[in-house]
Nanobody
Framework: QVQLVESGGGLVQAGGTLRLSCAAS????????MGWFRQAPGKEREWVSG????????YYTDSVKGRFTISRDNPENTVYLQMNSLKPEDTAVYYC???????????????????WGQGTQVTVSS
């Protein structure tokens, strides 16, 4: 079992920055792709970003490209999401998730992820 705990959310003004962390425990996530998702009030959860198990490839949904950066520190069993130039439409609960299958490319659907954190609230004021 893998336990994921997100942190780093908060209230920020438009144009501001936040850095989310996702700390894993229970077992290593080094062999697994990791993803960040978000869910805004009244909307479905959406995939935001993903990173391969090596960290060599990263992917982003179009709305955050150029503003968000995903990274991972495998020895620390932690994944990060650096969020710059935040917009009010980025307001959501952000979740990290670990792929259910090791050593593969980043899944874009939430059903491929087996482990989820509890989420951290990000609120961007205009």
């Amino acid at each position: 079992q893998v336990q994921l705990v997100e942190s780093g959310g908060g209230l920020v003004q438009a144009g501001g920055t936040l850095r989310l962390s996702c700390a894993a425990s229970g077992r290593t996530i080094s062999w697994y792709a990791m993803g960040w998702f978000r869910q805004a009030p009244g909307k479905e959860r959406e995939w935001v970003s993903g990173i391969t198990w090596t960290g060599s490839n990263t992917y982003y949904t179009d709305s955050v490209k150029g503003r968000f950066t995903i990274s991972r520190d495998n020895p620390e069993n932690t994944v990060y999401l650096q969020m710059n130039s935040l917009k009010p439409e980025d307001t959501a609960v952000y979740y990290c998730a670990a792929d259910s299958t090791p050593l593969r490319e980043v899944p874009l659907t939430e059903y491929a992820y087996a482990y989820w954190g509890q989420g951290t609230q990000v609120t961007v004021s205009s």
